[in-house]
C-alpha cells in the first residue's frame, strides 16, 4: 500500500508561551518530522500547525504524540471532533463559532485574558472528493454523552430514592374529622390509624417498634389498625412477630386483611388478642363517655368473603355515630348507601406505593382498592379516609407515597356541613 500523504494539524486556543511548550514537546518525537508555525503574539490566542508524510502507522504517531502531550501536564482522551469548530472557553467578548472566522475578525483581542480549556490533534487526506479528517486525539478529555449520562444517573437516582429512601420516610398526617351528631363528650377525640404492617416483609418489628413510638407520642385516646399485619412469606410466626405491638400504649381495635388470611387468619387474630388488642371480624366495640356513645364498627375482609355487613348493622346499635373499620377501601361503596356510618377508615392499596406526578391515580391498585386509593374521599355523605400504610408488598418501592401515621381529631358539625 502506498505511502499516503498526509498533514497533521493541532489546533490550539491558549498563549503564546504554552504553544511553544508543547511544540517544543512535539518536535522531540522520533522519526517525525515536524515543521510549527505560530500565529498570533503576546497572549492572545493562535494555530499551532506541523506537516509530515506518513512514514509511521497512525496508531504508532499516537501513541507517540499522546506521551508527547501527556508529558506537558494534558490528560488525553478520544472522541470524534470535527476539525473546524473552535476549542476553548473564552472570558472575552461571545465565543467564537469558528475558528478561522475568529482569527480573521477577532486579533484586536490580543491583550484579552484567555483560559485555555482543550485543542485537537487530526490527520487530514487530500482525496478527489476533498479533504478527509481522521481524529487522533482531543485534549483534555471532554465529557462525552452528557444526555445519556445524565438520564442515566436520574434514573439511578430515582432507583435508590424509591428502594432505599422513601420507604423509610414515615409521615404524620393530621386530619382534622368533622362528623355529624357527634356527642359533645367524644368532640376532640384523637384518633391513630396505622394500616398494612406486613411485618416479616420489607417492614422488620425493630423499625415498626421505632415507629410505634412515634404513635405514642401522638398521645392518641385510641389505635385503629385496618388489617394486613403479617406477611405471609414470613420465616417468622405471627405469634412471635406481633409480640411488637404490646409497645402500643392506647387501646387497640383492629381488623384483618387479606395477608392475614393467607397467613391463617384464626392464628393472626388469636395472637393480636394475646398481646391485648381488640379484634373486630363483623362486630361493633362501643366506646362510653358518660351517657354517649361512639361506636366502632369492624368488618370482616372482603376479598376473602369474610365480610357481613348486614349482620354487622343489625348488631350495630341504632343510636350514636358509627365508625366502620374495614381493610378494603372499596366497601365504602356498599356502606356508604346505608347512611349509619359517619365514616369510614380503611387500608390495602398503600396509597398505590408508586404513584407517578401529574397522573390522577397509581398505576396499580388492587381489587377492591380501585375508587378509594388515598387519603380522603367521599361515598356519598361518608367520609372514607384510606391510609398508605407502613409496610410494602414486593417490589419493595415507594414513590411519592410516603409509609403514613393518621391522626384523626373528631369534631362536631351539623348534618348539612
Known amino acids: ?206 423499625r415498626l417498634q421505632a415507629w410505634l413510638a412515634r404513635v405514642n407520642a401522638l398521645q392518641p385516646d385510641l389505635v385503629l389498625i385496618s388489617g394486613d399485619f403479617i406477611e405471609e412469606t414470613a420465616r417468622q410466626e405471627p405469634e412471635e412477630l406481633l409480640t411488637v405491638l404490646r409497645a402500643l400504649q392506647a387501646p387497640v381495635i383492629a381488623v384483618p386483611g387479606n395477608h392475614d388470611h393467607r397467613r391463617g387468619v384464626e392464628r393472626v387474630c388469636q395472637a393480636l388478642t394475646d398481646n391485648g388488642i381488640r379484634v373486630l371480624r363483623n362486630e361493633v366495640h362501643t366506646l362510653q363517655r358518660g351517657d354517649a356513645q361512639l361506636h366502632v364498627a369492624g368488618l370482616g375482609d372482603q376479598a376473602w368473603g369474610d365480610d357481613d355487613l348486614d349482620d354487622l348493622l343489625e348488631r350495630l346499635p341504632p343510636e350514636g355515630p358509627a365508625i366502620l373499620l374495614a381493610h378494603e377501601p372499596d366497601v365504602a361503596d356498599l356502606a356508604g348507601p346505608t347512611e349509619r356510618f359517619a365514616l369510614q377508615l380503611s387500608g390495602h392499596t398503600h396509597g398505590g406505593q408508586v404513584r407517578p406526578p401529574l397522573l390522577e391515580r397509581p398505576l396499580i391498585l388492587p381489587a377492591w382498592g380501585q375508587h378509594y386509593t388515598g387519603g380522603l374521599a367521599r361515598a356519598g355523605s361518608m367520609p372514607v379516609y384510606t391510609n398508605r400504610g407502613l409496610g410494602i408488598i414486593r417490589p419493595w418501592f415507594r414513590f411519592n407515597c410516603r409509609p403514613e401515621i393518621t391522626l384523626l381529631e373528631l369534631q362536631p358539625c351539623s348534618p348539612a356541613t
Not at 40 to 69: E, K, M, P
Not at 100 to 127: G, I, K, M
Not at 160 to 184: C, S, T
Open 1 to 206: 500500500m502506498p505511502a499516503q500523504q498526509l498533514h497533521v494539524t493541532l489546533c490550539f486556543i491558549g498563549e503564546s508561551n504554552q504553544l511553544e511548550t508543547i511544540g517544543r514537546a512535539l518536535s522531540q518525537i522520533e522519526a517525525m518530522p515536524v515543521t510549527l508555525a505560530l500565529q498570533g503574539s503576546g497572549r492572545w490566542s493562535g494555530v499551532l500547525w506541523a506537516g509530515l508524510r506518513r512514514n509511521v502507522a497512525l496508531d504508532d504517531l499516537h501513541r507517540r504524540v499522546t506521551q508527547a502531550l501527556v508529558s506537558c501536564g494534558l490528560e488525553p482522551d478520544r472522541r470524534p471532533f470535527h476539525p473546524h469548530v473552535t476549542l476553548g472557553r473564552f472570558r472575552a467578548q461571545r465565543p467564537p463559532q469558528r475558528l478561522n472566522t475568529w482569527l480573521q475578525t477577532h486579533r484586536s483581542l490580543r491583550s484579552a485574558p484567555v483560559t485555555v480549556d482543550e485543542f485537537c490533534l487530526y490527520a487530514s487526506e487530500l482525496t478527489p472528493a476533498g479533504a478527509r479528517y481522521t481524529v487522533l486525539q482531543r485534549y483534555p478529555p471532554a465529557r462525552e454523552g452528557g444526555g445519556m449520562s445524565a438520564l442515566i444517573l436520574l434514573l439511578t437516582g430515582l432507583f435508590l430514592y424509591a428502594r432505599f429512601l422513601e420507604p423509610r420516610w414515615l409521615q404524620v398526617k393530621r386530619v382534622p374529622m368533622y362528623l355529624p351528631q357527634l356527642p359533645e363528650s367524644f368532640e376532640g377525640l384523637r384518633l391513630v390509624q396505622i394500616s398494612d404492617l406486613h411485618l416479616g416483609g420489607w417492614l422488620k418489628p425493630a
